[in-house]
């Protein structure tokens, strides 16, 4: 990067379902200081489409990390190759920011953040819903004191998560929605708390249908022994957007039948043969890659268009001394002595736009990102308490946690 330049250039690694939703949010946030100069992906059409929008297409990473025009990489491959291409990113100096789960182990979390910090780059952990204009209030509205100590956190999420396309294979690799979805929740309860978890204590729900985990119930306990609870449910039954006027994860209105439909395609699906089966997921999936058919409209995903309501990644209560809050649809409702009252919460471009412009004021100006790599392996940590937790019916004590 050129001293005093202030317009970034972007890499994406990985042109898939990920990649598609990149794009798409970039290209909606016209002042948005960062252009996409360049992707890659194994897909021969979709590097070439890549480099008629762009002007650069690469099938693999390393040739995208090896072009001088590059500043950063947005890492939206598959989960298990997230190391693999965090290490050529850092070998040729380009700053990370790198989709949830960071990685598929603690060891290879800490290996990334190794690289990173030997190779003098800025990582950052893609955990984009507690970029949520409404979450930011309320862990501003903690942080104050204006609504008193911190007393509990509770979060509830219930979905179709299990049964959108995807392989079974990917599933499997993320334990269901644990590591998956997971990250999301964790770092949301963790930025109101504070950061450090105590402990986790959980068990998992098993989805019938796919054969997979489908969720998981799990009590978090900070060190300052404030609780937190989170309950996610991806097994296309209960959908938490009823309780929410249908407002969906990106802030759109979601079809009240989405959750039926997904789970009754499912239930016919895993009747097929494997073969049939993994041919009709993988046509799933390819229509929402970059360069298929519907690319970025998948499962309710946010449009390029203004959303109409604030992003719901679940219902999140926060309880403290003086009053209770949770999401509205359109900013929080406020509990206390004088009743429920709504706090109208500006609109904000969160997601992956609020993450590229944390890696930018880190670049730019020289802030240390909240979300670096060490918040993310912390929230990394948690989901594995989880599974840890689930398998052996204990507690199970986090070490690796970092303070907000």
Known sequence: MAA???????????????????IDEVRAAHDLPWTIAAGADPREHAARRCAEEFGAGYRDAEELCRSADIDAVYIASPSGMHLDHALIAAAHGKHIICEKPLTLSLDDADTMIAAAE??????????????????????????????GALRAINGWNFNEFNHRPRLMSELEATRGPVLNQGPHHVDIVRQIGG??????????????????????????????????????????????????????????LRDPHSNERNRRSFVELMGAPDRDRDARLERGKESGRYGGATAGQLHNAPSRGERPHQPFFGLIVVSCE???MRQSADGLYLYDENGRREIAVPKARGGRVAELRELHEALTQGRKPFHDGRWGLATLEVCFGILESAATGRDVMMTRQVAD
């Not at 250039?9 to 990920?18: K, V």
Request: glycine share 16%.
């Open 4 to 22: 005093g330049q202030n317009h970034l250039r972007l890499g994406i690694i990985g042109l898939g379902q990920a990649g598609a939703m990149i």
């Open 118 to 147: 030997k190779a003098g780059i800025v990582l950052l952990a893609g955990h984009t819903h507690s970029f949520d204009a409404p979450i930011v209030t309320m862990t501003e509205l903690v942080r104050s004191g204006e609504v």
């Open 195 to 252: 950061g450090k978890v105590r402990s986790v204590r959980a068990t998992t729900i098993p989805d019938g249908v796919t054969g997979h985990i489908g969720g998981y119930v799990a009590y978090l306990e900070f060190e300052n022994r404030v609780p937190a609870t989170l309950v996610y449910d991806g097994r296309s039954l209960f959908d938490t957007a009823e309780l929410f006027g249908w407002v969906g994860e990106g802030g759109n």
């Open 322 to 324: 003086n009053a209770t």
